[in-house]
């Protein structure tokens, strides 16, 4: 009716791999059926561009880095402001602090976290939890914490706006996720220089290289989780390579970067168009 260009932006899509059945016969349908109504898909994460690719999406399909992240907000601090940080929250140096940021949901799967503290903190007697966020499985969260003797080790602070100086003011990032689509937290604490420990699920493993820029274990597996902990807390070295590669490879993910990638994808399907209409009218939905 309006003769423009549709371009759709699939935040990850509900099908994936592992996924229940049911998300396959409803979103899997939906996305393909209504895909020949869009001129062009953007998707954020290798496997979603490679699944619109291998079921013949109706469209054309480009990829690009998600939508990037503040790269003047998320730096890595000096050794002293990191060391102020942690005298400012409580923390002492000698703590080694893994930093959580992410709505408390089933997918976030935050109480593996939690789990885990109980038997971490016999090899790390320093070890400590920081989980930001709220969402509708924290106060499940905060019981299993109390009921299990872990409010020491454990801590929740919330909606956070400051969630830059948690990341400079911890050791690693650690996440439970099943899903995701592109995940921003992992972005903004590469720049930071943070290892990663997360699973092994779409939209992380783009981000993630096992043993280059973090560590990768299987999804809900606490074990394999715990040990990946205590390597990166034992090793130094290793500690150390992966924290010098997330700086290099943070850039890769900046909101710049993402903003001209996207850009030019516009730009391409608005000259498509232009060619063929004499007058374009371009609406934002």
């Known amino acids: 009716k309006f003769k423009i260009p549709v371009i759709y932006t699939a935040h990850g899509f509900h099908f994936f791999k592992g996924a229940p059945k049911i998300n396959w016969i409803l979103y899997y349908t939906i996305e393909k059926l209504l895909s020949s109504k869009a001129d062009c898909i953007l998707t954020i994460n290798d496997e979603d561009y490679k699944t619109a690719i291998e079921k013949k999406f109706r469209c054309a399909i480009r990829k690009i880095p998600g939508v990037g992240y503040n790269e003047n907000r998320f730096i890595r601090y000096t050794d002293e402001k990191k060391s102020q940080l942690r005298q400012d929250f409580g923390y002492s140096k000698d703590d080694f602090?893994?930093?959580?940021?992410?709505?408390?949901?089933?997918?976030?799967?935050?109480?593996?976290?939690?789990?885990?503290?109980?038997?971490?903190?016999?090899?790390?007697?320093q070890i400590k939890l920081v989980l930001a966020g709220r969402g509708a499985c924290l106060e499940e969260c905060k019981e299993y914490t109390k009921n299990h003797n872990l409010e020491n080790e454990v801590t929740f602070l919330g909606y956070r706006r400051d969630v830059e100086d948690l990341y400079n003011m911890s050791d690693?990032?650690?996440?439970?996720?099943?899903?995701?689509?592109?995940?921003?937290?992992?972005?903004?604490?590469?720049?930071?220089?943070?290892?990663?420990?997360c699973s092994n699920t779409r939209g992380q493993r783009d981000l993630v290289t096992d043993r280059e820029n973090g560590l990768i274990y299987e999804p809900d597996n606490l074990d394999e989780y715990i040990n990946k902990v205590i390597e990166l807390y034992k090793n130094s070295d290793?500690?150390?390579?992966?924290?010098?590669?997330?700086?290099?490879?943070?850039?890769?993910?900046?909101?710049?970067?993402?903003?001209?990638?996207t850009k030019g994808i516009y730009e391409e399907f608005i000259t498509l168009w232009s060619t063929q209409e004499n007058e374009i009218n371009f609406l934002f939905l």
Do not use: W
């Open 97 to 125: 602090i893994l930093v959580c940021v992410a709505e408390f949901t089933k997918n976030k799967n935050q109480i593996l976290l939690i789990k885990a503290i109980d038997k971490l903190k016999l090899e790390i007697p």
């Open 172 to 197: 690693i990032i650690v996440t439970a996720s099943f899903r995701e689509g592109l995940a921003v937290n992992i972005m903004e604490a590469e720049a930071c220089g943070l290892p990663i420990i």
């Open 238 to 261: 290793l500690f150390k390579h992966i924290s010098e590669n997330n700086i290099i490879n943070a850039k890769k993910y900046t909101s710049a970067v993402a903003l001209n990638v």
